[in-house]
Every structure is written in structure tokens, then in C-alpha cells.
């Protein structure tokens, strides 16, 4: 996701959507696969709550239970939003 010293895109690159709430909702599904966990527990602070809700959506029959601090459930958006444009809709993540 581009946190710390991971790897992190250069906007605005043609592969920006690999950095998508969905994408790493998948990525998730597919480190519980390859850990053979039928059911995960997952936890977020902030971004990663928005990023458990997603998964949550995405493939509901994977979450057992999830717990979110620090962030307020909010929907997908019908379109993408560019980050400038998630921060003016969404301030709370303006830090």
C-alpha cells in the first residue's frame, strides 16, 4: 500500500488500480488460502479499517469477524476518487 518502506506507486501510473481497496481486499483472500484459514478475524486502525470493511464486502464468506478503530464505515464509491479527491469527501483522513 505504500506505507513505510514498501513499495508505493508513482501517480499517475497506468497500474494505480493495482493499489485499489478491491485489489488489496483479493490480496488478502489470497494470503488466507495460502495460510489455509477458512475464516479470518481481521483489525484496522484508520486506513486498514477502511481496507477490513473491503474485504468484508468483497468476500463475505472469508470474514468471521472484524473490528475497526479509529475509521467509520464508508461505502465504496461508485467511481474512482483520486486522494485529493477521498480527503475533501472523507476529511477525517486529512493528517
Known sequence: MGYGGTDAPSVP????REYSFKRTADDIKELARQL???KVILGGYEWGGLIITRVFIY????VA????AGTPYLPP???WL??????EKYPIFKY
Not at 469477524?65 to 475497526?68: A, K, Q, V
Open 77 to 79: 464509491e461508485p467511481k
Open 36 to 38: 489455509e484459514a477458512p
Open 13 to 16: 501510473p497506468a497500474s494505480i
Open 59 to 62: 468476500h463475505p464468506t472469508l
Open 82 to 87: 483520486e486522494f485529493e479527491e477521498y480527503i
Open 65 to 68: 469477524g472484524i473490528f475497526s
